[in-house]
């Protein structure tokens, strides 16, 4: 269910605004979605964003899947995990936005479920979940699953019941966990805001994606202890 307009929940993000819908509707397809895999659902006005970024669509339906805690404990520890968890949770979230996007059209509503790549990062539109915040990882830290969880999107024209909220500071203050984590040097320890580039936080080139910065995040720990 989504929350009353002016009312606030989970992290404590303030929704600026609530678009009409049909409330069973948000229900039916969460749940829809939730057996194909993903372990949320989100529903999220976009018109907060520029028409370049969404294409016109306003409303983006939001989900994601958790790591499981084995895995992120064996990156932890320095093992070699048994499986590509990432990039196989990650493939599987893009179908499942394909999939959706799918089911959506065949009931007349005009959806896409793969964009250009840049044209709307996941953690932007998560940021308008009010899903969590950027940590100074550059990646998206949320209460319930800290950094380890793979997103996955759908924009669409659908009458969802959908919300927008103002992105959440971040809540990392003066840790350094994950940036002293980094063998590269790649983060620079920079505190995210809404100008913030990428740039800012972390020299791109230098990043293997060894995910240490994503598994040594006090929040990562958290949750999957």
Same mark, same amino acid.
């Not at 509503?109 to 009010?130: C, F, I, M, N, Y």
């Not at 899903?131 to 759908?154: E, P, Q, S, W």
């Not at 909220?165 to 983060?187: H, K």
């Given at each position: 269910?989504?929350? =009353?307009?002016?009312?606030?929940?989970?992290?404590?993000?303030?929704?600026?605004?609530?678009?009409?819908?049909?409330?069973?509707?948000?229900?039916?397809?969460?749940? +829809?979605?939730?057996?194909?895999?993903?372990?949320?659902?989100?529903?999220?006005?976009?018109?907060?964003?520029?028409?370049?970024?969404?294409?016109?669509?306003?409303?983006?339906?939001?989900?994601?899947?958790?790591?499981?805690?084995?895995?992120?404990? =064996?990156?932890?520890?320095?093992?070699?995990?048994?499986?590509?968890?990432?990039?196989?949770?990650?493939?599987?979230?893009?179908?499942?936005?394909?999939?959706?996007?799918?089911?959506?059209?065949?009931?007349?509503?005009?959806?896409?479920?793969?964009?250009?790549?840049?044209?709307?990062?996941?953690?932007?539109?998560?940021?308008?979940?009010?899903?969590?915040?950027?940590?100074?990882?550059?990646?998206?830290?949320?209460?319930?699953?800290?950094? =380890?969880?793979?997103?996955?999107?759908?924009?669409?024209?659908?009458?969802?019941?959908?919300?927008?909220?103002?992105? +959440?500071?971040?809540?990392?203050?003066?840790?350094?966990?994950?940036?002293?984590?980094?063998?590269?040097?790649?983060?620079?320890?920079?505190?995210?805001?809404?100008?913030?580039?990428?740039?800012?936080?972390?020299?791109?080139?230098?990043?293997?994606?060894?995910?240490?910065?994503?598994?040594?995040?006090?929040?990562?720990?958290?949750?999957?202890?």
């Amino acid at each position: 269910m989504m929350p =009353a307009p002016g009312t606030q929940e989970g992290c404590g993000e303030m929704i600026l605004a609530v678009k009409g819908g049909d409330m069973d509707m948000n229900e039916q397809w969460a749940q +829809r979605i939730q057996k194909s895999g993903a372990d949320f659902v989100h529903f999220v006005d976009l018109s907060v964003l520029p028409v370049e970024m969404t294409g016109g669509y306003p409303c983006a339906v939001l989900f994601g899947k958790a790591l499981s805690r084995e895995y992120v404990h =064996a990156m932890r520890a320095g093992q070699e995990p048994k499986t590509k968890e990432v990039i196989n949770t990650e493939r599987k979230m893009d179908a499942l936005a394909l999939k959706v996007a799918g089911w959506l059209e065949a009931e007349g509503h005009p959806s896409v479920g793969k964009l250009k790549t840049g044209q709307l990062p996941h953690k932007t539109v998560a940021l308008r979940a009010g899903l969590g915040f950027i940590g100074k990882n550059n990646l998206l830290v949320t209460d319930r699953y800290g950094c =380890a969880l793979m997103l996955g999107k759908v924009l669409t024209m659908a009458p969802f019941d959908c919300t927008v909220r103002e992105p +959440r500071e971040p809540q990392c203050g003066g840790c350094r966990v994950c940036v002293d984590a980094c063998p590269t040097g790649a983060l620079l320890g920079t505190s995210w805001h809404v100008a913030t580039t990428r740039e800012e936080i972390m020299t791109r080139k230098q990043c293997t994606l060894c995910l240490k910065c994503m598994v040594s995040c006090p929040y990562t720990v958290e949750a999957t202890k």
